[in-house]
C-alpha cells in the first residue's frame, strides 16, 4: 500500500512536470475556485469537515501561487499579489469560525478576477488557451522550474 501511494506520487509529479508553467497557475486558480465553492456548500451543509479540507486546499493553494512570486521582483504587479495572497490566506481561516461565506465570495471574486487576466495576458503570451489541458514547454520554458515563475 505505501509503496503503491509513492509509485503514483511519483508519476504524479512526472505529470506536473510536463504541464507549461503558466498553464499549472491557470490550473491552480481553477482548483482554488473549486475548493471555494465546496467551502461555500459545506458552510450550507453544515459540514465541518468538509468545509475544513476545502478552506485547507485552497490556502494551500494560495500560498503556493505566493511563493511563485520571485522574490527579486519589487514590481509593482508582485506587490500587490502578495498583499492580496497574503490578506486573502489572512481571511479564509476566519470562515471555520464564523461560516462567513461573504469570505469565500470575496475570495472567489478575487481569485476569478485574477484568473480572467491570467487568461488574457499571460496564457495568450504563451500561445495557450483557456481550453488547453497540458502543453509540453517550450525550450524557452523548460529552463524556467514551474513554481519559480515571476508573476
Not at 502578495?82 to 478575487?110: C, F, H, N, S, W
Amino acid at each position: 500500500m505505501l509503496a503503491r501511494n509513492r509509485v503514483q506520487a511519483y508519476r504524479q509529479s512526472e505529470v506536473s512536470a510536463a504541464i507549461h508553467p503558466v498553464k499549472l497557475i491557470h490550473m491552480m486558480y481553477e482548483r482554488i475556485l473549486t475548493h471555494l465553492h465546496h467551502a461555500e456548500e459545506a458552510v450550507a451543509e453544515g459540514n465541518p469537515r468538509k468545509r475544513g479540507e476545502n478552506l485547507s486546499k485552497a490556502i494551500a493553494l494560495i500560498s503556493e501561487l505566493n511563493a511563485a512570486i520571485n522574490p527579486k521582483d519589487e514590481s509593482e504587479a508582485a506587490a500587490f499579489l502578495r498583499g492580496l495572497y497574503g490578506a486573502i490566506m489572512l481571511e479564509l481561516p476566519k470562515v471555520a469560525a464564523t461560516g462567513d461565506v461573504e469570505i469565500l465570495r470575496q475570495a472567489g471574486r478575487y481569485i476569478s478576477e485574477l484568473k480572467k487576466v491570467w487568461e488574457e495576458t499571460a496564457m495568450q503570451e504563451s500561445g495557450l488557451n483557456r481550453k488547453t489541458e497540458a502543453m509540453q514547454p517550450s525550450p524557452e520554458a523548460a529552463k524556467v522550474a514551474p513554481l519559480s515563475v515571476s508573476i
